[in-house]
Nanobody, 124 residues
Framework: LIKLVESGGGSVQAGGSLKLSCTAS????????MAWFRQFPGKEREGVAA???????DYADPVKGRFTISRDDAKNTEYLQMDSLRPEDTAMYYCAARFGYSINPLESDDYNYWGQGTQVTVSS
């Protein structure tokens, strides 16, 4: 895996939806665990959602029931569908990848490939 490129960020009003995409270059994408993280100004990155090569998913408590992570291995792409967005979801969102199984799928130290980030802004 060489490069991750996110897209789909933007501005939306509270209660609205956005769908983020992350497309990867390189081989063996289907063998990678993928995840989404977000970072608030002055804070550490925090895990949002993760999906393994076996399609098992994990979600952080603040987004459970509102966000859905998925992947399309034929397109080397993962997605984050974000519904019922809240102002507190405003952050820079990053996709991440690691080869193989992730022991701590919502921990940033478990990943060694990162995208450049895409801004999500939710207004009240």
């Amino acid at each position: 895996l060489i490069k991750l490129v996110e897209s789909g960020g933007g501005s939306v009003q509270a209660g609205g939806s956005l769908k983020l995409s992350c497309t990867a270059s390189g081989d063996f994408y289907s063998k990678y665990s993928m995840a989404w993280f977000r970072q608030f100004p002055g804070k550490e990155r925090e895990g949002v959602a993760a999906i393994g090569a076996d399609f098992d998913t994990d979600y952080a408590d603040p987004v459970k029931g509102r966000f859905t992570i998925s992947r399309d291995d034929a397109k080397n792409t993962e997605y984050l569908q974000m519904d019922s967005l809240r102002p507190e979801d405003t952050a820079m969102y990053y996709c991440a990848a690691r080869f193989g199984y992730s022991i701590n799928p919502l921990e940033s130290d478990d990943y060694n490939y990162w995208g450049q980030g895409t801004q999500v802004t939710v207004s009240s």
